[in-house]
């Protein structure tokens, strides 16, 4: 059983930065890619970004420059910087995990005030 577990999520100010991060545990396969993506009120949920295992990152439109995207394969955690923070960020961001399956983490809110 693969568990990701984010945290780091919470109440910001617009303008405001904030760093999430996922760590998996359990009988952890060979992950292809971990990243993000979120799901706004009345949207679908779209990509933030992933990082594959040679390093490269793929970013939704868009979204490149404001967020950026890391990994500890040592310790199976993914990152996700996110500055200049506007209310149109306010949405759940879940972590995602790829390999011969795929796994989702609970989400974590992330809420920006204007």
């Known amino acids: 059983q693969v568990q990701l577990v984010e945290s780091g999520g919470g109440l910001v100010q617009a303008g405001g930065s904030l760093r999430l991060s996922c760590a998996a545990s359990g009988s952890i396969p060979s992950f292809r890619f971990m990243g993000w993506y979120r799901q706004a009120p009345g949207k679908q949920r779209e990509l933030v970004a992933v990082i594959l295992n040679s390093g490269g990152a793929n970013y939704g439109d868009a979204l490149e420059g404001r967020f950026t995207v890391t990994r500890d394969p040592a310790k199976n955690t993914v990152y996700l910087q996110i500055s200049s923070l506007t209310a149109e960020d306010t949405a759940v961001y879940y972590c995602?995990?790829?390999?011969?399956?795929?796994?989702w983490g609970q989400g974590t809110q992330v809420t920006v005030s204007s």
């Open positions: 995602v995990a790829g390999g011969a399956s795929l796994y």
